[in-house]
Nanobody
Framework: QVQLVESGGGLVQAGGSLRLSCAAS????????MGWFRQAPGKEREFVATINWSGVNTYYTDSVKGRFIISRDNVKNTVYLQMNSLEPEDTAVYYC?????????????????WGQGTQVTVSS
């Protein structure tokens, strides 16, 4: 079993940066694909970014390409989301998730474990 805990959220001005962390306990994440999702009030949870087990392959939703960077440290069992040039539209609760089969899919239904979420608020 895997437990995930996000941290690093907060309030930031538009154009600023935040770095989110997702710490894992339980089984190691070496063979897991990892993803970041977000959910704003009144909206469905949406895909943000994913990274394969080795960290070589990444995939982003169009709205964050060039601004966000997903990375992982398998020794520390931690996944990161570096968010730059933040916009008010990025305001949401951000969740990390683990896909035990390593598909790296943007589909929410293929992720087996989820964190509790961390709030990111971007002011204009």
């Amino acid at each position: 079993q895997v437990q995930l805990v996000e941290s690093g959220g907060g309030l930031v001005q538009a154009g600023g940066s935040l770095r989110l962390s997702c710490a894992a306990s339980g089984r190691t994440l070496r063979s897991y694909a990892m993803g970041w999702f977000r959910q704003a009030p009144g909206k469905e949870r949406e895909f943000v970014a994913t990274i394969n087990w080795s960290g070589v392959n990444t995939y982003y939703t169009d709205s964050v390409k060039g601004r966000f960077i997903i990375s992982r440290d398998n020794v520390k069992n931690t996944v990161y989301l570096q968010m730059n040039s933040l916009e008010p539209e990025d305001t949401a609760v951000y969740y990390c998730a683990a896909d035990q089969y390593g598909s790296g899919s943007p589909s929410i239904h293929l992720y087996d474990y989820w964190g509790q979420g961390t709030q990111v608020t971007v002011s204009s």
